[in-house]
């Protein structure tokens, strides 16, 4: 069974950029979440996506977005990109929602903004 | 709002001997605590959750406990191994959103040969 695919695995870009990230969650699984990480501050919710909806989102400017197709793929998008948003970007997917169902993460995507 | 604390953050201990790290939780009501662990260039994978009507869970050398008095709830690794090298995130619910996890910031545990 494939794991969370996320790709890029690296990314550089220059500030003002924008970029986009993929995530193809485990089969059959309908739930998306994003996270940011950064060395010292764990794992910061971005948002999640539910049957192509976006239920729940984190305290993230309006520059973060994101959007699930109709086969739970997900896409995020950091518009005037800053050099405070390098980070690992996570994406983990659930077979349903609930804080009691486990996440599967994928390996993330490394963002540097130079 | 709502905040998980993790203590502490950096752990250092001999092979065989035992790892403790803790997590402090703000929500009163938060029922769901889970714990993962994320190995270097992987995404965090669930090792071990436990809720809020039991008080302890134990899967082989790993046990998490949870003290809903005092909002804390901790994860032990008896007779440590090298590949248990990694960092720890500790995680509860939160009530407002029934669907949501807040994080603490990591332990990152090191086992010495």
């Known amino acids: 069974k494939a794991g969370v695919t996320q790709t890029p695995r690296y990314l550089i870009k220059t500030r003002g950029q924008q970029v986009t990230l993929s995530c193809s969650p485990i089969s059959g699984h309908r739930s998306v979440s994003w996270y940011q990480q950064t060395p010292g501050q764990g794992l910061q919710f971005l948002f999640e996506?539910?049957?192509?909806?976006?239920?729940n989102k984190g305290n993230f400017p309006g520059r973060f977005s994101g959007r699930q197709f109709s086969n739970s793929r997900s896409e995020m998008n950091v518009s005037t990109l800053e050099l405070g948003d390098s980070a690992l970007y996570l994406c983990?997917?659930?077979?349903?929602?609930?804080?009691?169902?486990?996440?599967?993460f994928g390996q993330g995507t490394r963002l540097t903004v130079v | 709002g709502e905040n998980v604390e993790q203590h502490p953050s950096t752990l250092s201990v001999q092979e065989g001997d035992s790892a403790v790290i803790k997590c402090t939780y703000s929500?009163?009501?938060?029922?769901?605590f889970p714990w993962y662990k994320q190995e270097l260039g992987k995404g965090p994978q669930l090792i071990i959750d436990i809720r809020s009507n039991v008080g302890e869970k134990k899967d082989q050398r790993i046990a998490v406990t949870l003290n809903k008095t005092a909002k804390h709830f901790s994860l032990h690794i008896t007779e440590t191994q090298p590949e248990d090298s990694a960092v720890y995130f500790c995680a509860a619910s939160i009530t407002r959103s029934n669907y949501q996890l807040i994080w603490g910031a990591g332990t990152k545990l090191i086992i010495k040969p």
């Open positions: 996506y539910f049957s192509e909806t976006q239920r």
């Open positions: 929500d009163s009501a938060s029922n769901y």
């Open positions: 983990a997917s659930s077979l349903e929602r609930g804080a009691g169902t486990e996440a599967f």
